[in-house]
Nanobody
């Protein structure tokens, strides 16, 4: 059974940093895209960043415009993904979800497996 477990969420003040982690189990995702999405109260789930992994390193990273220059996605291996979030803003407050998809890009329906989410709260 495939499982995705996120960690690292919490509460910070604006301008602060957090690092989210996601670990998978149940199978190997070496050729899959791993991504982060987020969902704020009353809003739709939103793409944040995605990355593939090849040759022992993050092969590419894709970001939504609102986090470019502040967030960095990385992968240490086939089954984990991280999101370093710097210069956090109150509008970054949301539940952050880890997702895995064979050819995933920026749409939630391109991903097959999801974690339970971790809360990130940024206060002004």
């Amino acid at each position: 059974q495939v499982q995705l477990v996120e960690s690292g969420g919490g509460s910070v003040q604006a301008g602060g940093s957090l690092r989210l982690s996601c670990a998978t189990s149940g199978r190997t995702f070496s050729t899959y895209t791993m991504a982060w999405f987020r969902q704020a109260p009353g809003k739709e789930r939103e793409f944040v960043a995605a990355a593939t992994w090849s040759g022992g390193r993050t092969y590419y990273g894709e970001y939504t415009d609102s986090v470019k220059g502040r967030f960095t996605i990385s992968r240490a291996d086939a089954n984990s993904v991280y999101l370093q979030m710097n210069s956090l803003k109150p509008e970054d407050t949301a539940v952050y979800y880890c997702a895995v998809g064979r050819n995933g890009r920026a749409s939630w329906y391109e991903y097959d497996y999801w974690g339970q989410g971790t809360q990130v709260t940024v206060s002004s």
